[in-house]
């Protein structure tokens, strides 16, 4: 697919659309649209983001809206498989996350009656802000029988290692874990969906999907330019998140450095990924006073209790012991900061008269057993706010370093 | 709760946020937020779709991006009950499509101890163009044993008569019918979702939800104003759509008139979903060519086969007998149109490789009995396009006309 010689113009004229239907796509809505140059270089659009860099784009990149995270089994047990797909899945990424299609529409190499390499329905949107992050799970290295499955396994990053159990968890195997994650955010579902599918098609008989998530109304900020929204118990959350402007902080905390542990990360971070589901029936009949003494902040203005203003810092040990601030606060947890980028989601109903909705928790770090081990348990023991939490799935993943231009890859500095 | 003479200023007063919470509120993201009115009238701000009206909201209204539906069973078996629960949750709507909360925050009638009247999560978010629009299924005229439930049995349409079994359909009972249903249309998922959670809040002990769906990327235009959008098949769907710029059209297709059945529906409309489950990952292994010979349109400019642009007319006696595009049009169906408004869903994935992903099919019209259940016949017995689908429910629901002002309520033509 990579290597395909037509563009995406010829693509269309061989399948019989012509210029009409060139023509007809690119008139709505005034956008930029998918695949409007006429050759196979990604043109990065309005509202496009960079997917070369350092670090992989989608972690410290303003939170978009919406997101779709994909946890896949690898299935192939042929490691140069893999590593195609990975390349494949690059070159994609890079059109897509440019507004353009995941492949060629209608002919893979000038072959008419060959399915479409791009499924199609983002056709006519713009990028929307949409990044693709790729990360890489435990089970990659070892499978659960200890064997090396592709020549990796002396690679795998102590940081890995197999997280605790954390007090009260109770979760569904089925959508925990994964060989790989990719996570799509962007500010149109549809082009989040769009592209997982579309990787997903890629990858058919090399991986498998293992679950998703769709979300919405990103429930952290991860720049100051936004706005702190809120999640569905009504509260401004993670508004003493790390910010995308505060590199030192940053490197402090998120980028994994030289000398934390194998080469191939650094510049990469760990992503913890936890979906709970919120009582929200439960909550919504607890009364005002009750709420902001669990969370630790005022409803209204998301001001820490006490305080006047959303941005004002707590005075941590003047909080409720278990309310939520005080027992994720760096100051509760030996200095412990996480970039968090959650969502929140609504499943449909449980059968019981009640919204399946909640949180899908992702957090990005340097170091999971040093940042996000140490405030789960903290959280796990002592929060109140956990009456009303049901945590479903966990996942851990590594993610690498971003891909520089041309022949570099997904997992480049894992595999070679 | 629609009584309450406090305003929301004083209860977020009462309740101890105090006046740096409102300004804390009042300032997010420049927009105009829910509240920030001092007294309870809903005043409409920036993106705010009218509320009283001739016909509902919701239905002619250009298609929003976002969509959360809900259906209720009704718990209660008195009337007077569920009467008031109509009142409670207009005087609701009223607010919340105008962009302001549910209800108070903090205080009911002045009581601070009390759970909040609105669940938070919208606040500081415009109204997005939020509609609501209710409905009520054959279930709440008369139950399984024929049990007249609220003295209403005489006043059940025959157009609400049990739709016939469509070959091919296994539905799930679970996600189908309801004895009530609202449809929550946005821009913003997170404004959709908060409806109806707090319609679902306000309801407690009255009705219980039976099932939800969230759904993005309007798969239809209401309005020659919109691009047509593409469902999960990449194709654009819905182009011949009965659209809001057509009042004659509209009045012969889609509005109930005086003398169809009893008169509390005149200026209603019926309402039938289903729950479409696409076989993407099978359909995206098939070729463009067969493809678009199923649809009957271009993939790329939408345009029927044979034609160059997406509006040109089709040549529907040139077009595949058993294309869809012929099979669902007007000249098939002795001129049966609809009016749908449909949307993309993704649920996750189904346990075995695949995207659990489809179609949230809505449609509006006059009668179902001489519109919706012809073309559905027409399309299960023959469309080639029924292989790579899979329905998994179905609703039907009567939509009353729109209310007036002030003392009108959702459903007085019915229960008054």
Chains 1, 2 share one sequence.
Not at 35 to 42: F, L
Not at 287 to 305: D, F, Y
Request: contains cysteine; glycine residues 12%; charged residues 20%.
């Amino acid at each position: 697919m990579s290597d395909s010689t037509v563009s995406r113009r010829r693509a269309i004229a061989l399948a019989g659309v012509g210029v009409a239907g060139v023509a007809g796509a690119a008139a709505v809505g005034g956008a930029l649209v998918r695949g409007a140059a006429a050759d196979d270089t990604p043109h990065p659009a309005e509202g496009a983001v960079a997917f070369t860099g350092a670090h992989q784009a989608g972690i410290v990149t303003p939170a978009q809206d919406r997101l779709h995270f994909v946890a896949f089994d690898v299935v192939t047990k042929d490691r140069e498989r893999l590593i195609t797909l990975l390349k494949d899945w690059t070159a994609a990424a890079a059109r897509m996350t440019a507004g353009q299609d995941a492949g060629e529409i209608g002919a893979v190499n000038g072959v008419p009656e060959a399915p479409p390499d791009d499924t199609g329905e983002a056709l006519g949107l713009p990028p929307s802000g949409l990044t693709l992050t790729i990360g890489f799970g435990p089970t990659l290295f070892r499978n659960a029988e200890g064997r090396d499955r592709f020549g990796i396994a002396a690679k795998r990053p102590p940081a890995l290692d197999d997280l605790p159990h954390f007090p009260g968890d109770m979760l569904d195997a089925g959508i925990s874990g994964g060989d790989l994650c990719v996570q799509a955010c962007a500010n149109d579902p549809q082009v989040a969906v769009h592209a997982i599918r579309n990787l997903a098609r890629i990858g058919m008989g090399v991986v498998s999907v293992r679950w998703t998530q769709l979300g919405f109304g990103r429930t952290s900020s991860t720049s100051r330019t936004q706005a702190t929204p809120r999640n569905l118990f009504g509260f401004k959350d993670g508004t003493a998140n790390l910010k995308l402007e505060e590199p030192e902080l940053l490197d402090e905390h998120l980028w994994v450095r030289a000398g934390d542990g194998p080469e191939w990360m650094t510049g990469g971070s760990y992503l913890v990924t936890r979906k709970i589901r919120m009582i929200v029936e439960t909550w919504d009949r607890s009364s005002l006073t009750e709420q902001e003494a669990i969370v630790g902040r005022h409803k209204g203005s998301g001001a820490p209790l006490g305080m006047t203003a959303e941005f004002d810092e707590p005075k941590v040990a003047a909080l409720p012991e278990t309310s939520h601030v005080r027992l994720v606060h760096p100051e509760s947890n030996a200095g412990a900061r996480l970039l968090r980028r959650g969502y929140n989601y609504v499943d449909g109903s449980d059968g019981l008269g009640r919204l399946d909705a909640g949180l899908f928790f992702i957090a990005y770090q340097r170091d999971p057993r040093k940042q996000f081990v140490p405030v789960q348990l903290n959280m796990s023991r002592h929060d109140d706010m956990n009456e009303y939490l049901k945590p479903m799935s966990i996942g851990l993943f590594a993610c690498p370093p971003g891909v520089s231009g041309t022949g570099d890859f997904w997992g480049r500095t894992l595999f070679s």
